[in-house]
C-alpha cells in the first residue's frame, strides 16, 4: 500500500498501444485503408467539436479546467501558507508540510507537474498573494493555444484508387487484378 497521502501520478496504461486501441476499439479489426479513413473520420469529427466547444468559453480557460481550478481553490482555503524566498512558499495542512515554487510552477506534491493544473496547495500560495490562478494553467488549456490548434486543416486521404478486399479475403485492384498480400496471423 503507498504510503503518499495523495496520488503522485496521473491517468495511466500499460503502453501506448492499449491507449490507442481503446480509441479505435472498433476501428482497430479492420485493413490498414478502412483503419486509417476511420481514424481521420474520428479524430476529424472529434477537433471540429472540441473547435466549436471552444467559441463557447466564458474565460481564458476551458470549463472543464475551470471546474478543477475551483476544486483545488476550495480544498486549498483553509492551508496555511509561509513566504519563504522570493517565489518560494511552504504550505501545510494538518501533518502535511510541501514546497510551491511559483516561478518555477512546481509543488513537491508533483500533481502540478503532472496535470499542468495548479495544485490545491500552489492556489492556496496563489490566494494567499492575490493572483488569478487561471494564469497560472499551461498554455496549453489556454483559448488562445486551443484556438491556435483547432484553427488548423485537417485533409483526408485520397482513396479513389486504393484497392478493396472483396468478400473472398482477396486483395483487388480496381482493374479487379488480384494483389498477392501477406496476412499476419490473427491474435487474440
Not at 509561509?82 to 515554487?101: A, C, E, H, L, Q
Not at 490548434?149 to 479513389?160: L, R, T
Request: hydrophobic fraction near 40%.
Amino acid at each position: 500500500m503507498s504510503k503518499f497521502t495523495k496520488k503522485r501520478w496521473d491517468k495511466m496504461t500499460p503502453n501506448l498501444v492499449e491507449s490507442f486501441n481503446a480509441w479505435l476499439k472498433n476501428e482497430h479489426h479492420h485493413s490498414i485503408c478502412t483503419f486509417m479513413m476511420e481514424h481521420i473520420i474520428k479524430l476529424g469529427g472529434m477537433l471540429i467539436k472540441h473547435k466549436e466547444e471552444s467559441k463557447h468559453w466564458k474565460g481564458s480557460i476551458g470549463p472543464k479546467i475551470e471546474e478543477k481550478l475551483m476544486k483545488n481553490i476550495i480544498k486549498g482555503e483553509g492551508y496555511a501558507v509561509s513566504p519563504f524566498m522570493s517565489s518560494r512558499f511552504g504550505v501545510s495542512i494538518k501533518r502535511v508540510f510541501v514546497i510551491v515554487d511559483l516561478i518555477n510552477r512546481t509543488c513537491t506534491c508533483k500533481a502540478w507537474q503532472m496535470s499542468k493544473i495548479p495544485c490545491d496547495y500552489s492556489c492556496a500560495v496563489m490566494q494567499f498573494i492575490r493572483q488569478n490562478v487561471a494564469n497560472f494553467v499551461d498554455k496549453w488549456f489556454v483559448f488562445s493555444k486551443q484556438n491556435f490548434i483547432y484553427n488548423g486543416e485537417f485533409c483526408g486521404i485520397e482513396s479513389h484508387d486504393l484497392p478493396t478486399i472483396s468478400n473472398d479475403s482477396l486483395v483487388r485492384t480496381l482493374t479487379g487484378d488480384i494483389v498477392f498480400s501477406l496476412k499476419p496471423p490473427r491474435t487474440k
